[in-house]
């Protein structure tokens, strides 16, 4: 990777936000400085599909024009336009207005957005301007972002592992330092996988908080919208809660982020495993080791005593998952793979796939052939799944109250090679069964292991507690560090 010789990279879009109204720097300025940071990057990374660097740095010239004019006074701008002038990214399955939407299908390859998601409308209505949209896995369904159109990304730690996935290119340019902030969407790990193989902070909302119109494929039913969250990625953890609160929009109040949170009167509970699902890797013994730095600092700083847990049903975390995501209509996965116009035939792909003459990837075709596998909606076993997901549910909501936090392993392991999630297709199960629960939860990254890559947890909180989540980040990131740069050469 390349060092980073600006220092403003460094900083948190809320920093760079009180600068630009404080005419301590423009928001040309930041835009530039954004731009070459992806130009710097792109080549060996990969995470960047799609720009829009002409008509954005006409917006920050406007910007700037008119926080010159001194026309809105500064207060007024603060409490209005919070990110006013900030350069922003998404990944491309959430829809941004004359820009692709292709969710990494072939298909809509040409597919051009008509309006913006209503994420990124409050956003603009916020002040923010976004700049790129980054690389996602095809269809969003996979945890390592390629696909056919746009190829694949490569970790900023290390180019022979992975990004995550679906908003695997966006975790990937944060945490290379391309863009002050960007926004994910999470229905299986899709926001905390990829913030944790790069080493960044990621927020996966409580369900139905944030609106997930503009995101494609959109779910089936109510239960998969529930499953469904637009969060917020981020280098540093105070951009969590004020960019939550923007998307949020109508909602926001929901949460009560306003009411200050003290971390003294907390209760923790952790879980180092999920108690050894079958499929799923043991977790890493310096993953394992940062429940023990946590615990050993919440008692020290704090005098809490962390507890630690044995919930059961987290090894079932894969099979509940599944079972709560099936429908009882709607497009099969074949019938996504062809842009709802008919139906690919999974087969004559696959042997097309051989000879590299398939539109699709290999995990997408075999996503299609086993959508179909597993249990049947309705049937003896989903009923029972799913009702352990209610039992599970109930577990931790008793657990939890309104006071406690969780905090669990994201992933078992650090950033796999490439194609390795090919041999461990269940480890997002982590992340998996908190959609399925529909708690809140946060990765916040402790620092790289060993091989230079990084790791971190996930804290998880009751439902619309998310304050609780964003205010135990922004207490690991003051203890731990948060964000490890690449190398900065200033």
């Given amino acids: ?217 959109a779910p089936i039913t109510t239960e998969q919208t529930s499953f469904l969250g637009i969060g917020p990625m981020c280098r540093r953890a105070e951009d969590l809660l004020p960019l939550l609160k923007i998307i949020a929009g109508k909602n926001a109040n929901e949460l009560k982020l306003d009411e200050p949170v003290d971390v003294k009167k907390l209760k923790f509970y952790y879980q180092e495993t999920d108690g050894g699902s079958v499929g799923v890797s043991p977790v890493n013994h310096e993953i394992r080791q940062l429940f023990t730095k946590i615990a050993l600092h919440l008692e020290k700083a704090h005098a809490i005593k962390a507890k630690k847990v044995a919930l059961e049903r987290f090894r079932k975390s894969a099979p509940i998952w599944f079972a709560n995501m099936k429908s009882p209509n709607g497009p099969s996965f074949q019938e996504q793979l062809a842009n709802l116009q008919g139906s690919i035939n999974p087969y004559w792909e696959l042997v097309k796939w051989v000879f590299r003459r398939s539109d699709h990837t ?71 069964i908190i959609n399925v629960l529909g708690f809140p939860a946060t990765n916040i990254p402790m620092g790289l292991n060993g091989e230079g890559l990084p790791i971190g947890v996930q804290v998880v909180a009751n439902t619309k507690n998310d304050r609780l989540c964003l205010a135990v980040a922004r207490e690991l990131e003051k203890a731990f560090g948060g964000w490890v740069p690449p190398e900065v050469d200033a």
């Fill in 362 to 432: 290999f995990i997408g075709i075999v996503t299609a052939l086993a959508d179909k596998g597993g249990c049947k909606y309705g049937d003896d076993k989903h009923t029972y799944l799913v009702e352990e997901r209610g039992r599970l549910r109930r577990e931790m909501e008793e657990l939890l109250g309104d006071d406690g936090v969780f905090l669990y392993p994201t992933h078992p392991t650090a950033a796999p090679f490439h194609n390795e999630p090919l041999i461990k297709p269940f480890n997002f199960s982590y992340t998996a």
């Fill in 1 to 217: 990777m390349p060092p980073i010789k600006d220092l403003l990279l460094l900083e948190s879009a809320t920093s760079i936000a009180h600068k630009i109204r404080t005419k301590k720097i423009t928001s040309l300025q930041v835009l530039e400085s954004f731009i070459a940071r992806i130009h710097e990057v792109n080549p060996i990374l990969n995470c960047v599909v799609a720009e829009r660097f002409e008509e954005a740095r006409k917006e920050a010239r406007a910007v700037d024009d008119l926080i010159k004019s001194g026309a809105i006074p500064e207060e007024t701008l603060a409490r209005e336009k919070p990110f006013l002038g900030v350069p922003f990214t998404t990944k491309d399955c959430i829809a941004v207005k004359g820009m692709i939407h292709t969710s990494g299908l072939a298909k809509r390859r040409n597919c051009i957005a008509e309006e913006d998601a209503d994420a990124i409308a409050c956003l603009k209505s916020a002040g923010a301007f976004p700049i790129a949209l980054t690389n996602v896995s095809e269809l969003c369904m996979w945890w390592e972002s390629a696909n056919t159109i746009h190829g694949r990304s490569n970790n900023p730690y290390d180019t022979n592992h992975i990004v995550g996935g679906s908003s695997g290119g966006e975790g990937c340019l944060q945490g290379a330092a391309g863009s002050a902030f960007g926004i994910g969407s999470d229905i299986g790990g899709s926001i905390r996988m990829p913030s944790f193989f790069n080493g960044i902070f990621g927020h996966k909302p409580s369900k139905f908080i944030v609106s997930n119109n503009g995101q494609y494929p």
